[in-house]
């Protein structure tokens, strides 16, 4: 897919791991944060609760990811707010 054709590309998404959490092992493996799947559910339903998609709920389940609904509206490119005065 292209950045155009992802929540990604368009600034809708984020991948969220706890401190500690490896990304490149299994829940199980040796050394990988005990309790990540747990808290990866946690926060997933507080976003959910609040509005936002949660992949851990897929059929290919993605623990991490959060998006906002109907993020193909929004704009591509997304907005530059770099330097923008929010004062």
Not at 7 to 36: I, K, M, T
């Amino acid at each position: 897919a292209t950045l155009a054709q992802t929540p990604h590309g368009r600034g809708a998404a984020l991948d969220v791991w706890p401190e500690g959490f490896n990304p490149n092992l299994s829940y199980d493996a040796p050394g990988q944060l005990p309790g990540a799947r747990d808290l990866m559910r946690v926060f997933g339903l507080f976003a959910k609760a609040r509005g936002f998609v949660w992949g851990g709920e897929w059929p290919k389940p993605d623990d991490p990811h959060v998006e906002i609904y109907n993020w193909k509206s929004l704009p591509f490119p997304p907005p530059d707010y770099r330097g923008v005065n929010h004062s």
